[in-house]
Antibody
C-alpha cells in the first residue's frame, strides 16, 4: 500500500512563492518511490481537476501545464521519498487544493494513489 | 492540446439505476483514457484505466468502453456511495487533460 501526504499549503500574497511537499511511504508490489512517475494535480474552488506537472523516476523528464510553465518547478528527492512543487509568481487563479499522486513505472500517466491534498490560497 | 468534453454535465438517477456518461477527445487518444470518481473533501479515486481496465478493488458495477475519440463510463445498479463527480483524463499526450466532469446526483 502507498500513502501520500501533502504539506506546505497556506495563504500567500499574489506574486509570492511557496514550496509544496509530498511524502511517499509504502510500495507498489515490488516497486518503490524511485521506480514511479509522480504528479501534481489541482482543483480550484468550484472547478474541475487540472493536471499541473509530471516528473519521471530520475527527475530528467518534467512536463507542465502551460499556465504554470516557467513559474512552477516539480522535483523529487528519491533518497528520502519526497516530491516537491516549487511555486513562484503566484496568481489568484493558482488558488486550489493541490494533490500529489503516483503513477506507474511506464509513461502511462494515470494516477492510482492520491494524497488528501493541501490547500493553497493566493490572496491579498 | 487535446481537449476533453463530457456529457451530460449533470445526471440525476435513482439508486439501482444503470447510468452511462460519455467522454470525447478532440483527437484520437487510442485507449489512453482513465476515469476517476471525486467526492467533495476527498481525494480523487481511479476507477478505470486504458479505457476499459478496472482498477483493483473497484466494484464490478463500474465499466468503461471506447477507443479513439469516444468513451463511456457505465455504472450498473447505482449505489448510494456512487453519487459523486466523474472525470475522464487522457494521457496520450504529454500535456495531460481532464474532462470537465459529470456530476451524478440523487433523483
Amino acid at each position: 500500500d502507498v500513502q501520500l501526504v501533502e504539506s506546505g499549503g497556506g495563504l500567500i500574497q499574489p506574486g509570492g512563492s511557496r514550496t509544496l511537499s509530498c511524502s511517499f511511504s509504502g510500495s507498489v508490489s515490488t516497486f518503490t518511490f524511485t521506480h514511479l512517475w509522480m504528479t501534481w494535480v489541482r482543483q480550484a474552488p468550484g472547478k474541475g481537476l487540472e493536471w499541473v506537472a509530471n516528473i519521471n523516476q530520475g527527475g530528467s523528464e518534467k512536463y507542465y501545464v502551460d499556465s504554470v510553465r516557467g513559474r512552477f518547478t516539480i522535483s523529487r528527492d528519491n533518497a528520502n521519498n519526497f516530491l516537491y512543487l516549487q511555486m513562484s509568481s503566484l496568481r489568484v487563479d493558482d488558488t486550489a487544493i493541490y494533490y500529489c499522486a503516483r503513477g506507474g513505472t511506464a509513461s502511462s500517466w494515470f494516477w492510482e494513489d492520491w494524497g488528501q491534498g493541501t490547500r493553497v490560497t493566493v490572496s491579498a | 492540446d487535446i481537449q476533453m468534453t463530457q456529457s451530460p454535465s449533470t445526471l440525476s438517477a435513482y439508486v439501482g439505476d444503470r447510468v452511462t456518461m460519455t467522454c470525447r477527445a478532440s483527437q484520437s487518444i487510442s485507449n489512453s483514457l482513465a476515469w476517476y470518481q471525486k467526492k467533495p473533501g476527498k481525494a480523487p479515486k481511479i476507477l478505470i484505466y486504458e479505457a476499459s481496465r478496472l482498477e483493483g478493488g473497484v466494484p464490478s458495477r463500474f465499466s468503461g468502453s471506447g477507443s479513439g475519440t469516444e468513451f463511456t463510463l457505465t455504472i450498473s445498479n447505482l449505489q448510494p456511495d456512487d453519487f459523486a463527480t466523474y472525470y475522464c483524463q487522457q494521457y496520450k499526450s504529454y500535456s495531460i487533460t481532464f474532462g470537465p466532469g459529470t456530476k451524478v446526483d440523487i433523483k
